[in-house]
């Protein structure tokens, strides 16, 4: 029979990040190697710029691994939030118009996430989230005009290359993660609440995970400078999902920290640069991504093992031997 979640751990964590670490580190040296033109310090500001939106989807997705809830339509919520901030990013304010619209946007998609997944089966649950998944990429082709909405905010902008060593967004995303490890543990004493209904559970999880899910879209608008009217969902889940996997954050037992995703989002991004460097297109780039995401979840399996059973264990009681009549030893 099948081990259930809470019967099995993972193992070796340690030495999975420094692995994931060393494998980082060559991905960059091959990435300096690719483009010998580029000074190194704008290869790392690359590479830190575009693991920042992988990173916080998948800081979203933790909030929701460890209560053993995945919900894959927290992607679509991004690309909505980048598509509404592209389409109201104007100089005379719409901008700010437009990130309010992605950030409500998130809401009702937490509150029906928050019902279905303690009002259905986990399965039902998450086979709804990939039907409002589609729903939401439909939408983005909805309301977003024909090609590309170029975004007009020069501080929009600015967050990607500002001079410094390591670009804005990355700050930004340095905040988000250090929000969300404040957070986390507070989070789970106050879900261990046996009492605590769905629109508790979506106010403490589903809300902060769909939030970061709508700042990962203005995130992306920032980095690109523009955003397509669809397809922005597709690609923000294979690369959530790498930087998850890449991490050692177990989809089978829910184990995952903060610095988990840190260390995976950094492999993803230095990933996704290396391919861009070496002019790979984007359906073998999204290929290659989901490949190695699904080598590194079957690495997984192979290193959880069962949790010891809690106490000591207890001898079998042996039944009661009836007396035997007429025995002279009884006494």
């Not at 967004?169 to 507070?186: D, E, S």
């Amino acid at each position: 029979m099948m081990e259930r979640a809470e019967d099995v751990t993972r193992r070796g964590q340690g030495w999975w990040l420094g692995g994931v670490g060393a494998a980082t580190v060559v991905l960059v040296v091959l990435c300096s190697g690719a483009a010998p033109s580029s000074p190194p310090d704008r290869i790392l500001r690359s590479i830190a710029s575009v693991s920042v939106v992988p990173g916080v989807l998948a800081v979203s997705q933790l909030l929701l691994l460890r209560s053993k809830r995945i919900d894959p339509a927290t992607i679509g919520v991004a690309g909505l939030g980048a598509v509404l901030i592209g389409v109201n990013a104007t100089d005379n304010g719409g901008m700010l118009l437009g990130v309010l619209l992605g950030l409500v946007a998130a809401v009702p998609f937490a509150f029906l996430s928050g019902f279905l997944s303690l009002n259905a089966q986990t399965g039902h649950a998450l086979f709804s989230a990939v039907a409002l998944l589609i729903g939401a990429d439909q939408l983005v082709g909805d309301i977003g005009p024909e090609g590309t909405v170029i975004v007009r905010s020069s501080w929009l902008m600015a967050l990607d290359y500002n001079g410094l060593r390591l670009p804005g967004l990355f700050l930004i995303g340095v905040a988000l993660f250090l929000a969300v490890a404040w957070y986390l543990p507070r989070q789970e004493r106050r879900l261990a609440d046996p009492a605590a209904g769905w629109p508790r559970v979506t106010v403490l999880l589903f809300l902060p995970a769909f939030l970061l899910a709508a700042a990962a879209g203005f995130l992306y608008t920032a980095r690109i400078g523009s955003t397509s009217q669809a397809g922005l969902s597709r690609e923000f889940l294979v690369v959530c999902l790498l930087a998850m996997t890449a991490g050692g954050c177990s989809l089978r037992s829910g184990e995952g920290t903060v610095l988990d995703v840190a260390v995976g989002s950094l492999f993803a991004g230095t990933l996704q640069t290396f391919l861009y460097l070496k002019n790979v297109d984007a359906s073998t780039q999204s290929t290659i991504l989901c490949a190695v995401a699904v080598l590194f979840l079957f690495a997984d399996l192979t290193r959880l093992r069962r949790l010891p059973p809690s106490g000591p264990p207890q001898p079998p009681s042996l039944p009661a031997q009836p007396p035997v009549a007429n025995n002279p030893y009884a006494r």
